[in-house]
Every structure is written in C-alpha cells, then in structure tokens.
C-alpha cells in the first residue's frame, strides 16, 4: 500500500475548498477532508500571533506526494504553509485501491 495522508493548513474554508478541489482535479489527490476551523497560536517572524484557520486532509500515494506539496505550496496564500505527510500504517485495502486509482501518475 502506497497511500499517505497530507496535513495541510488554510487560512480560510474558501482556500481550503479551492485548491482542494485543483489538486484532485488534477489527479494529485483522491480526496480533501476539510475540516472545522481551529484556533492556531504560533510564531512568525520574532512575534507570537493568533489565527482562526482552516485544518484539512488529502489522501494521495507515497508516488505523488512531492507533486502534491508543490502544488498547494504554488497556490497557498501563506509565504511557509504547514503541509506534512502522514504514513498510514494500516488501511482497508478497498480504500487503498480507491486512492491509488483515483490518483493520476
């Protein structure tokens, strides 16, 4: 199984959905979860700052997840955006199958 889980952060519902949408659009992702907004404290350039943001999960493969960070890093409004990749140690192989089809390359 090659799929992974890629953690991103938005800074509202709308980017979320947008480039959500761009990236399983064009194949580098099978899905978005978007989730509810959250509360994020964090620094930024020397100073503690406070943000309601949007948390989301796309599923991809192992394959495609480099092309999947430079896509959402390219059209994310953030200068350093938080995007990880998750591994899956378990998964129901329907599922799996599911991802790595619906995932072009």
């Known amino acids: 199984m090659s799929v992974v889980s890629v953690y991103v952060i938005f800074a509202n519902a709308e980017e979320a959905e ?9 194949g580098l992702a099978a899905c978005i979860n978007i989730l509810g907004p959250c509360r994020s404290i964090y620094r ?5 700052e406070e943000a309601n943001e949007v ?8 394959d495609q997840a480099d092309a999947l960070i430079a896509r959402v890093a ?13 591994p899956i140690e378990k998964l129901l192989l ?3 199958e599911w991802v790595e089809q619906s995932v072009s390359g």
């Open 94 to 96: 329907s599922y799996a």
């Open 18 to 26: 947008r480039i959500g949408r761009g990236v399983v659009e064009e």
């Open 55 to 62: 948390p989301a999960i796309l599923k991809t493969t192992t």
């Open 44 to 48: 930024w350039q020397g100073a503690v």
């Open 74 to 86: 390219g059209m994310h409004s953030y200068d350093v955006p938080c995007i990880a990749v998750w």
